[in-house]
């Protein structure tokens, strides 16, 4: 079992850049594959970047691509989601997901029903 909790939401200015994190429990943290996800009022729940085992493979939303980044520190068991050039409609519930990918593979993915674990979620709100 693996416990997700992000942190580093709150409220910002457009143009921002505020960077989430988000902590992982478990000593297996290096061999899952993990994505971050969104989710508007009133909206269905979005892929926003992902991330593979070791941090060489890596894929964006169209939405956020260039201004995003996704990395990772297997020492610290963290991944973070490096946010740039916020907008408006960049505000929504953000959620960090794991998947054990049992090896250490190259994968990455961007469906939120590939992930096994999930995170309670950090609020983002982005103010014009």
């Known amino acids: 079992q693996v416990q997700l909790v992000e942190s580093g939401g709150g409220l910002v200015q457009a143009g921002g850049s505020p960077r989430l994190s988000c902590a992982a429990s478990?000593?297996?943290?290096?061999?899952?594959?993990m994505g971050w996800f969104r989710q508007a009022p009133g909206k269905e729940r979005e892929f926003v970047a992902a991330i593979n085992y070791g941090g060489g493979s890596t894929v964006y939303a169209d939405s956020v691509k260039g201004r995003f980044t996704i990395s990772r520190d297997n020492a610290k068991n963290t991944v973070y989601l490096q946010m740039n050039s916020l907008k408006p409609e960049d505000t929504a519930v953000y959620y960090c997901?794991?998947?054990?990918?049992?090896?250490?593979?190259?994968?990455?993915?961007?469906?939120?029903?590939?992930?096994?674990?999930w995170g309670q979620g950090t609020q983002v709100t982005v103010s014009s």
């Open positions: 478990g000593r297996t943290f290096s061999r899952y594959a």
């Open positions: 997901a794991a998947r054990d990918t049992r090896v250490y593979s190259s994968s990455v993915y961007v469906r939120a029903s590939e992930y096994q674990y």
